[in-house]
């Protein structure tokens, strides 16, 4: 059995930079998985990935793409494309490093087999802002994809008869707060 | 003639540091610290309950979450003085230093050691000479010649791939690299075996809070974990032991590899104890209060000017009339609009963009000041004024570590010359070295205190009609966090969070007095204006995060560091 881990990355308080935990709420509220498959809102983990993605053997990554595609375009990118991107000298070492992550663990002996980006183009990182409609729309596809990817490396998924509450809390205007 | 070097990282995401310095036969002769991203993001709170301040603020930065959930909470518990449970408060203080321990040890590993450390000398080394030097520091099991064997041919991989993959753009071979094939190798070994420990205490932290970055379990008041030691679905004590146990599996990597690596760095490196001061004023928040009205600290806090550590004035608690007075913002040099010092519960935050202009307005950070004086944030200002108040845990952990950089630099280092660039380093550490002594007595606190009976998590809050203000402070991994809360009615009409990079990374003020990052700048040996690993050196030693920004993916993200030499 392999362990795949979904994670959706990604500002909630910017506007579609949301997608990522966005989506990865609402597979988790209407979906159920079988065993090995976990799916987490990890917000904008930086370096800090490396400690989710440990021990995985396939990590499916659900982020906003700054790629000059129409807004709502879903594109898929594999460990290949993903760590093209050469690792930076940085100044704050705290900014986005998925690819520094994915180096890393692999150093440690403990970095995931394969590891899947799923991108949707955004329209406006406004602060505060709901996803674009451009963006929303294409959520169902942005869906299969990593359904498709689960799929394809053994996991398996059913769609849940009563969805869970997704708590998109940042977009609603009250939530509840338990106690 | 002055050759003007500008640091732009990252230049595809906003909200990112740059730097500029200028340099004068081979020393920085001046320098700019400027964030490229509108920080209005408490905008977002206006007009909502405070009791879900904390859930918004959590997403401020992805780093940082815990910190800022903290801060928000106690700035509403602040204004409506509710005491807080002693179980509450131990829980929270666990928290609070699982997630230091974390943040600490992957600061100096996986973001700043390789500062100091070049990769690229490691196949040279010998892993039996690495391994009796290591031994001969401590007795950490992990330093056999065969972990070294394994940690080289690990090196040996990557460059033989001919992909440097994460080291690609260090600074290898670099005349500021100094220190031998086994030391390297030492250092890159226990890179590699810091992974494991950071991750544990990120599972103490999650077991506490639920989840993990984002915890589930504050409420303004308390906390939500349900306390009742034989029932499954609450904090239990199995539970209880396996937090015990992860910090207990913690403790020694910090005791025995991350302290003894920082210092045995630092005295190879001690050169780098005379650069880096810059503002030697110092601000620190008391912090892991020990009783329900915050009152009683084990991290003591107060502020210290011109780096005299003969006098330091003490803070009585987080709301200390003498700090809450003290705090002002100023936009002179900040793109932002209004002229004069602003106290946060004042603040404004309203966007004037000009271009980076080096006489006007260069940043979208702020500047802070206590007293009208700029001042340095982060475990380096907590250290001093605990040692400088004669606070015995803080004095232990740096005396400790002061022996050993003294033997290994041959020359006695004191604490005054903490002050520095490695300073910041050794202060992480030594700071690191006390949260993991305290982890053990705050569990010990809550067990102790649940064997009484009292099992109370939570006091509810009541809002009046009326306007509140509140400050909710934390000693954060990075420095002196705070959140300014106006309420009226029960609704938010106010919210500024001053966070420790904006003490650090602040512009000039209207007094022309530059930020710590412009000081701390200021005569840094530059070997090679292409390569500034020195001002690099010293711009990680504060562990800056601009990360309150957006995370998008560039697939295309090639040229992602430039160095432009005007």
């Known amino acids: 059995m392999k362990k795949i881990k979904i994670c959706g990355v990604g500002s909630v308080l910017l506007g579609d930079d949301a997608v990522g935990p966005y989506t990865a709420r609402w597979i988790a509220a209407n979906y159920e998985f079988g065993k090995g498959v976990e799916v987490e809102d990890l917000g904008t983990p930086g370096l800090d990935l490396i400690a989710y993605m440990t021990g995985m053997d396939v990590l499916i990554l659900i982020d906003s793409a700054d790629n000059r595609e129409p807004a709502g375009t879903v594109t898929v990118y594999d460990k290949a494309a993903i760590t093209r991107q050469r690792p930076a000298v940085r100044l704050d070492p705290h900014s986005p490093c998925i690819t520094e992550s994915i180096f890393i663990a692999e150093l440690a002996g403990d970095g995931p087999e394969e590891v899947y980006l799923i991108g949707v183009t955004g329209e406006q990182l406004e602060i505060g802002a709901p996803l674009s409609d451009s963006v929303r729309k294409a959520l169902p596809c942005v869906v299969e994809k990593v359904l498709e990817r689960v799929v394809l490396h053994g996991g398996s998924y059913q769609k849940r008869e009563i969805p869970e509450d997704a708590q998109i809390w940042w977009e609603e205007a009250q939530i509840s707060v338990s106690v | ?566």
């Open chain 2, 1 to 566: 003639m002055a050759k003007r070097i500008t640091i732009d990282p990252i230049s595809r995401i906003e909200g990112h540091l740059r730097v500029d310095v200028e340099v004068e036969n081979g020393s920085v002769s001046n320098s700019w610290s400027s964030c490229t991203m509108w920080r209005g993001i408490e905008t977002i709170l206006q007009g909502r309950d405070p009791r879900e301040a904390w859930l918004y603020t959590q997403r401020f930065c992805g780093v940082c979450t815990t910190v800022h959930a903290m801060s928000a909470v106690r700035s509403v518990e602040d204004a409506l003085n509710l005491e807080i449970p002693l179980n509450a408060q131990y829980i929270r203080n666990l928290i609070l230093i699982n997630h230091g321990l974390h943040d600490h040890i992957v600061h100096f590993y996986h973001l700043s050691a390789l500062d100091f450390v070049d990769i690229l000398k490691i196949p040279a080394a010998d892993p039996a000479k690495t391994s009796a030097l290591a031994e001969s520091l401590t007795n950490w099991p992990g330093n056999s010649k065969k972990a070294f064997a394994a940690a080289q041919d690990k090196v040996k991989a990557v460059a033989a791939s001919g992909q440097l993959g994460i080291f690609t753009n260090g600074y290898w071979g670099h005349p500021a690299m100094k220190l031998s094939p086994e030391v390297n190798l030492l250092a890159f070994a226990h890179y590699i075996q810091a992974l494991e420990y950071q991750r544990k205490s990120v599972q103490a932290v999650a077991i506490l809070g639920s989840k993990s970055p984002h915890i589930q379990n504050l409420t303004v008041g308390g906390v939500s974990n349900a306390i009742n030691l034989d029932s499954l679905a609450t904090l239990n004590m199995d539970r209880l032991v396996m937090i015990k146990q992860l910090m207990e599996e913690v403790k020694p990597f910090v005791d025995q590899v991350y302290l003894p690596d920082v210092c045995a760095i630092a005295g190879m490196y001690a050169d780098w104890f005379n650069y880096g001061a810059g503002v030697t004023n110092y601000l620190a928040s008391p912090d892991l209060p020990i009783d329900s009205k915050n009152t009683k600290f084990d991290l003591v806090g107060g502020y210290i000017m011109d780096g005299n550590l003969s006098s330091v004035h003490r803070f009585d608690g987080f709301r200390d009339k003498v700090f809450v007075e003290g705090v002002t913002e100023e936009t002179k040099h900040a793109w932002y609009k209004g002229e004069d010092p602003l106290h946060p519960w004042k603040g404004e935050t309203e966007p004037d963009y000009t271009d980076w202009q080096a006489d006007g307005k260069y940043s979208w950070v702020k500047a802070p000041r206590f007293q009208g004086r700029p001042m340095q944030v982060g475990p380096l200002a907590q250290i001093l004024v605990g040692y400088a108040s004669g606070d015995p845990l803080t004095r232990k952990h740096t005396d400790k570590a002061l022996d050993l950089i003294s033997t290994v630099a041959g020359r006695r280092i004191g604490v005054a010359q903490l002050q520095s660039t490695m300073g910041r380093h050794v202060a992480r550490a030594i700071r690191a070295s006390m949260l993991a002594e305290l982890g053990a007595k705050h569990w010990q606190l809550l067990v102790d205190n649940i064997a009484t009976g009292d099992v109370a998590i939570h006091n509810n809050p009541e809002f009046p009609s009326g306007e509140i203000q509140g400050v909710g402070v934390h000693e954060a991994p990075r420095g002196l966090l705070s959140h300014w809360s106006v309420i009226k009615g029960g609704k938010i009409a106010n919210w500024q969070a001053v966070v420790p990079s904006t003490w650090n990374a602040s512009p000039r003020d209207a007094k022309g007095q530059l930020g710590p990052y412009e000081a701390s700048l200021l005569h840094n040996p530059i070997a090679d204006p292409v390569r500034p690993l020195e001002a690099i050196r010293t711009i990680h030693s504060f562990d800056p995060c601009m990360a309150c920004a957006c995370h998008t993916f560039d697939p295309e993200g090639t040229a992602m560091a430039t160095v432009k030499v005007l």
